[in-house]
Each structure stands twice: as C-alpha cells, then as structure tokens.
C-alpha cells in the first residue's frame, strides 16, 4: 500500500480559548516580521517564552487574518428574516474586500433562516478576522460558524 501522507485537520478556535503559550507565539512571530526583534532569542524573551516553546509551535499558530488572505473562506449564517440584513451581510463583506463566490439563503422558518456563503478573500485586501466579527455584531444575526478554509 502507497505511504500516503496523514491530511492534516485544522481548527479555527476563538481566542479565548488558545492556551497562552501558543498566543504568545503569535506574538514573538509578529516581533519578527515588524522588526521590533532581530533575533528569535530577543523576541522569544520579550514575551516571555522559552525559544524551544517557539520552535515547537511557530508553523501551527497563526492569526486567522493573516492565513486566510488568498484563500476561500465558507461559513454559514443564522439569521433573523428581516429586510435590508442580508443587504447589510453583503455590504460588509464588500467594505472588507471580499470576493462572494457562492451564496445559499434558505427559506425562512419561524423568522429565521440560513446563509451559506463562500467568500475569496484576495491577496493584500481586506482583514477578514474583522469582517467575520462585523458581521456577527450585526444585530439579527443569531450566529456566524466558519466551515471551511480553502
């Protein structure tokens, strides 16, 4: 039989929820890249983690913004059926730069329904951590859960 590679399973998990270790991580990593730390030692005792910590989970942590620029996003909506919010889902979307590549709107049941979108977040454009959060503080959506990141 082929030696066919394990695929590997990703989680999008909100920030409270990441042990502190691992958020520090995040943080030396972005010491480096704004050139506030030259070397990972410095950044690694600027926040307070051991450089071995570092390099155990620098290649599996990283902010959900700046991993999904380029990719293809797809979550799924509950929302109230109102007029002018799926309007407003869109607009936001659009404010951030996102491409709608697929859109599903169920039909409403006691005043609630489903959308399923896929959203190309392009390369150099919009955050979509924040579109994601704007979205979910929009008043009549009930939940927002991301399926899939392509």
């Known amino acids: 039989m082929e030696n066919v590679p394990k695929r590997q399973k990703y989680y999008v998990v909100r920030e409270k929820a990441v042990p502190e ?12 890249e704004s050139g506030k730390a030259e070397t990972v030692q410095e950044a ?6 051991s450089r071995s910590s570092f390099y155990k989970y620098k290649d599996d942590i990283f902010p959900f913004h700046a991993e999904t620029k380029g990719k ?11 007029p002018g919010l799926l309007s407003d889902v869109l607009a936001t979307i659009a404010r951030f730069h996102g491409n709608i ?6 039909i409403p049941i006691n005043g609630v329904a ?3 979108l896929s959203v190309d977040i392009l390369p ?16 009549g959506i009930h939940y927002l859960k991301i399926l899939g990141r392509e």
Do not use: C, P, Y
């Open 21 to 32: 270790v691992l958020a520090l991580v995040v943080e030396a990593k972005k010491l480096l």
């Open 72 to 82: 293809t996003i797809t979550f799924i909506i509950q929302m109230d059926d109102k």
């Open 124 to 139: 150099g454009a919009g955050d979509a951590q924040a579109m994601v959060e704007d979205i979910e503080q929009q008043q």
């Open 44 to 49: 690694t005792d600027m926040v307070g983690i």
């Open 101 to 106: 590549l697929t859109i599903h709107h169920s």
């Open 114 to 116: 489903m959308l399923t």
